[in-house]
């Protein structure tokens, strides 16, 4: 019987942030250039549709979550029974955590450990799922997926036997996200949201662990000694509950809103100074 690859997509929906994306994005991969058998546990109300694959199937069984809760309970009683039915092999989990009593082994991916190093970012709820859950998730996985170098150190600081299994593999970047090549869309963009020749693009949730608090500081410091000749900073991101005042800080140096992924193509450059994952770089875009 050949191997089956389980993955566990049971988080998405929409609306999609990072980690949504990046699982969905995986999921997409997987169908269109797996090379295994894959099932795909995600509920159909959630996923976005999948390209036809004859050995990547949508696992039918699982429900719209109607809350977190709902779907963290899923995971841990009723995924586990699925992947011994279905014959797992192998379980790849995106998210953080997996099933206590899973069957197979398990891929485990951390995006970050912000529920530990900034936990004030996080609800009451994250931080009793995650610290309930995400250590034993790391001492059972055989092996692990971070996405920088950063968060490897901090894992192997925080748990040193994971040294071993832990591997730096960086997302890949999905077909519509890549760098459009014609001129006239550029500028087609810039138009339709009234961006300036040149600008920084930021593109996340604006909530306080993306730390743009200490990007508009740095950018007011540079405005100081680089004066018109520093790009205007344009945001691009979804308002969160635990937000930041973006307006107030936006109005003293002049910060644009915008709202459209396809302004990343013509950007002179994409800072990303979060707090948690490693990314506190200014990415020039040549």
């Known amino acids: 019987m050949p191997p089956l690859i389980a993955y566990n997509a049971a988080l998405l929906r929409e609306p999609y942030s990072g980690v ?10 997987l169908a ?10 995600a509920p159909a109300a959630g ?6 694959h004859a050995r990547c199937t949508l696992a039918p069984d699982v429900p719209a979550f109607r809350s977190r809760r709902a779907r963290i309970w899923w995971e841990q009683t009723r995924l586990p029974r699925l992947l011994r039915r279905d014959g797992a092999t192998l379980l790849h989990a995106p998210a953080y955590v997996a099933p206590v009593a899973a069957p197979c082994p398990v891929v485990l991916t951390v ?7 900034h936990p004030r970012f996080c609800t009451a709820m994250n931080r009793l799922h995650y610290r309930l859950l995400l250590p034993f998730a790391l001492r059972r996985a055989a092996a692990i997926v971070v996405y920088s170098e950063h968060v490897r150190r901090i894992v192997i600081a925080r748990f040193p036997r994971t040294a071993g299994r832990i591997s730096v593999i960086p997302p890949g970047v999905p077909v519509p996200c890549d760098r459009l090549p ?13 961006l300036p020749p040149r600008y920084l693009l930021f593109v996340g949730n604006l909530t306080p ?3 743009l608090t200490g990007l508009l500081s740095a950018l007011s410091l540079l405005r100081a000694s680089h004066g018109e000749r520093l790009p205007t900073l344009v ?13 107030a800080l936006a109005e003293r140096l002049g910060v644009q809103i915008a709202g459209q992924p396809q302004a990343m193509a013509s950007s002179t450059g994409r800072p990303k100074p979060s707090s948690c994952d490693g990314k506190t770089s200014a990415s020039a875009m040549a």
Do not use: C, M, W
């Not at 996923?47 to 036809?52: D, F, N, Q, V, Y």
């Not at 995006?111 to 190093?117: I, N, Q």
């Open 182 to 194: 014609d001129s006239a869309t550029f500028e087609a963009v810039r138009r339709r949201h009234d």
């Open 235 to 247: 945001l691009a991101g979804a308002a969160a509950e635990q937000g930041i005042p973006v307006a």
């Open 47 to 52: 996923i976005r549709p999948l390209p036809e």
């Open 111 to 117: 995006h970050d450990l912000h529920v530990l190093t």
């Open 32 to 41: 269109a250039h797996g090379t295994l058998d894959y099932r795909i546990y």
């Open 209 to 211: 662990r993306k730390n």
């Open 20 to 29: 949504e994306l990046t699982i969905d994005a995986t999921a997409r991969a």
